[in-house]
């Protein structure tokens, strides 16, 4: 087989500032060791996130000066929705600012204080969303999603023993919708099968309970039930995402993942009820129904990327990256999380720092080595973001879309692999002061 090529030319290019490890070392000591407090322009590979980082198509900008910037009605909200529901079929579509908006109306519309609010893993916002109104997010994973080094093809599957449990315990009156994250990104970008939705869906319908996804990566899990479910391998990726549309009644959606874009969100309902709710809550905080927060052009360039997303080059290109990263670094004997997901490659910095104890952030000290070494930035997703909560300690590579090439990759495993041959050099990392709620963000460390 031929290489997966990068299925696009580059037509404008945004020059990369490099750095020499002095420099580094002084940026560093700056950040107080927090990569989140370290400028954009001093990193030269940036895998912080893969949120509102994707690179636009010349025709995303082309549709962009389309953008109708009328405040009621206007013509790029209608594309808008026609884009969102000739993919999801849903009959209300409601723009967002960004994913979290879409969850905030969503829960305030249709949970209580009290409710429970099962979910194959919430991400962090929806969490948030979900416990501001006083429900409980409750995670039900798979019990294959523990086991870092497991192979087994869906690890973002929800546990249906459990789910059906709970529905039994609780009682359908104090669960007013289950939510499925595709892909699951607090479990790795671990994808969910169909088969797992629709089994999903039979247990929610035959308790009247509604099923919403939380649709940020749709394309990059419905790909990978392309490639790795039974029976699924004929069918187009559109297809599949389509049916996993179907299988639920609704979904919330971060357009900065899936949508290609770099700001935008929306929630979607066939219920008109809800509907009507959330369109009331929208005009409090996100503005009038028809533009939602967003920019009249937003709405063109989110319709336009929906389309893109389902292009089978791009997410065979996309898929192809994360995993010449993930088995580059596995060959170097470099301990990551199996499989590798759509979205980012997670090394495991417990095995990767074994002499390094929990209580001294071997996520961090990994994370902050991988920009010492080459200006790298990742992300630690552990002690640090959890606390003692935390049940792995993490360091996460996010993949922009469309941004980076196959030798910004080369380097990033470069990189790795020389922090890996001096990791025993390598030691813990104290806080030396935080603040009260989210430390993760402007925590300050050193050395131990
Ligand atoms: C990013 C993300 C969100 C939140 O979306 P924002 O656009 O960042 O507000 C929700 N769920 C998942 C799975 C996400 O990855």
């Not at 369109?279 to 360039?301: S, V």
Request: with cysteine; glycine share 8%; proline share 4%.
């Amino acid at each position: 087989m031929k290489t997966i090529i990068e299925p696009f030319r580059v037509k404008v290019v945004e020059p990369i500032r490099m750095t020499t490890a002095d420099e580094r070392e002084a940026i560093l000591r700056r950040a107080s060791f927090n990569l989140f407090q370290v400028r954009a322009e001093d990193v030269i590979i940036d895998l912080l996130t893969d949120s509102g980082t994707s690179a636009m198509s010349a025709a995303q900008w082309g549709a962009m000066m389309r953008g109708d910037e009328s405040y009621a009605g206007a013509r790029s909200f209608f594309r808008f929705e026609e884009a969102v529901k000739d993919l999801t079929g849903y009959e209300n579509i409601i723009p967002t600012h960004q994913g979290r908006a879409a969850e905030r109306i969503l829960f305030a519309s249709t949970a209580t204080a009290g409710d429970v609010i099962p979910n194959n893993s919430h991400f962090d916002t929806t969490r948030a969303n979900v416990e501001a109104g006083g429900a409980v997010a409750l995670d039900l994973p798979c019990s294959e999603a523990a086991a870092l080094q497991s192979k087994y093809p869906f690890k973002g599957n929800i546990d249906l023993e459990r789910l059906q449990q709970t529905i039994d315990r609780q009682g359908r009156q104090k669960i007013p919708l289950v939510m499925i994250t595709v892909t699951n990104n607090t479990g790795g970008g671990q994808p969910v099968s169909l088969e797992n939705l629709r089994r999903t869906s039979e247990i929610c319908r035959a308790n009247g309970i509604p099923l919403y996804l939380d649709a940020a990566r749709f394309a990059e899990n419905a790909y990978l039930i392309k490639l790795k479910e039974p029976g699924q391998s004929e069918r187009s990726v559109r297809e599949i995402a389509q049916e996993m549309f179907q299988l639920a009644d609704g979904c919330t959606m971060s357009a900065k993942k899936d949508a290609l874009v770099n700001i935008g969100g929306f929630v979607a309902t066939n219920d008109s009820n809800v509907a009507e709710r959330m369109r009331n809550n929208l005009i409090l905080t996100e503005g009038f129904p028809t533009y939602g927060g967003m920019a009249g052009r937003d709405l063109e360039a989110i319709a336009c990327g929906l389309g893109e997303i389902l292009d089978e080059d791009y997410l065979a290109y996309r898929l192809a990256s994360t995993r010449y990263v993930g088995r580059h670094v596995s060959q170097l004997g470099v301990p990551i999380m199996l499989p590798v997901g759509g979205h980012a490659i997670y090394l495991d910095a417990r095995q990767f720092l074994p002499h390094v104890p929990t209580e001294q952030f071997p996520g961090q000290a990994l994370a902050v080595e991988l920009y010492r070494e080459g200006g790298v930035r990742s992300v630690e997703i552990g002690g640090v973001m959890f606390g003692k909560a935390a049940q792995h300690d993490l360091v996460r590579l996010a993949i922009p879309r469309r941004v980076y090439t196959q030798s910004h990759m080369d380097y990033v495993v470069e990189v790795v692999e020389q922090v890996y041959r001096r990791r025993e050099e390598i030691s813990g990392m104290r806080i030396t002061w935080e603040p009260p709620t989210l430390r993760h963000f402007t925590a300050r460390f050193d050395w131990v």
